[in-house]
Nanobody, 114 residues
């Protein structure tokens, strides 16, 4: 079992930065994929960034070179730079165990004004 709690969202202006954090409790050693997803109003949830098996990182094309995901044992972070209005969304921390399944946090809201 893994519990995920996000923090760090807020209202910023375009071009500014935010750092999201996901506090992890439970058995993080059981997790194969750590990730951040987002869901904008009226749109489907989409993957933003993920770490696979502790080494491989993947990013959505729309955030590559602006967002950076990292893990510090009990925390998954997403550094977001050069934010754009289209980055406005609810951001969710996600974990996928080796045996399959999904864990989600409750989400943290990011609003980027133009």
């Amino acid at each position: 079992q893994v519990q995920l709690v996000e923090s760090g969202g807020g209202l910023v202006q375009a071009g500014e930065s935010l750092r999201l954090s996901c506090a992890v409790s439970g058995t993080p050693s059981s997790i194969l994929v750590w990730g951040w997803y987002r869901q904008a109003p009226g749109k489907q949830r989409e993957v933003v960034a993920e770490i696979i098996a502790g080494t491989t990182t993947n990013y959505a094309d729309s955030v590559r070179e602006r967002f950076f995901i990292s893990r510090d044992h009990a925390e998954i972070n997403l550094q977001m730079n050069s934010l754009r209005p289209e980055d406005t969304a609810m951001y969710y921390c996600h974990a996928e165990p080796y045996g399959g399944g999904n864990y989600w946090g409750q989400g943290t809201l990011v609003v980027v004004s133009s």
